[in-house]
């Protein structure tokens, strides 16, 4: 298996680490090697910028880009690469309202998919890029299949407690 870091997370702060976790732990499942960083947009904005734009030299494939409040940092990546950036909002004053929005309304040009506030995004960030790189790799593709048919069964083996 490939030891190159195939994906990148990036976080706007170590606070956000707990919810990308899920990301990091589906990337793990399926064997796609990542590494993950605390980078801000406003805090550390050279050091956000130089990784985006060192990322696909370095063979990153994905990024995924999580912060909170004015959650400018997937753009900001996605300014400086071509790379499929993929933005995760984080919980923030307004229950994650304003992430969601300055991440899925970006100006037409600079595109970032922008997914779920919270857990359920970071999950559906590492699902979706573990789905990019299928595209090039049989392997994971058929770890998707296997994945799919393991929920399905989980999902169809429920039980209701009927009164
Ligand atoms: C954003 O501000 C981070 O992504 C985080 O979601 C939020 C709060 O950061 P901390 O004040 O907890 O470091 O930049």
Excluded: C
Excluded at 24 to 50: C, M, N, Q, W
Excluded at 114 to 141: C, E, H, M, P, R
């Amino acid at each position: 298996m490939a030891t190159t870091p195939l994906v990148g997370i990036v976080m706007g702060s170590d606070s956000d680490w707990p919810v990308l976790r899920a990301a990091a732990e589906t990337l793990k499942e399926f064997g796609i090697p990542y590494e993950a960083r605390v980078l801000s947009a406003h805090r550390t904005p050279d050091e956000a910028l130089d990784y985006a734009a060192s990322a696909a030299g370095r063979g990153i494939q994905v990024l995924i880009g999580a912060a909170g409040g004015a959650a400018h940092l997937a753009g900001v990546l996605a300014a400086k690469t071509t790379l499929p950036v993929l933005a995760v909002p984080m919980d923030s004053a307004l229950q994650g309202l304003d992430s969601l929005l300055s991440m899925v309304q970006m100006p037409g040009g600079i595109p970032v998919a922008t997914f779920a506030i919270g857990k359920a995004g970071a999950t559906n960030a590492a699902l979706f890029a573990v789905s990019i790189l299928a595209l090039q790799d049989a392997g994971t593709a058929a770890k998707l299949v296997d994945f799919r048919s393991r929920q399905k069964a989980k999902v169809l083996a429920k039980t209701l407690d009927l009164p």
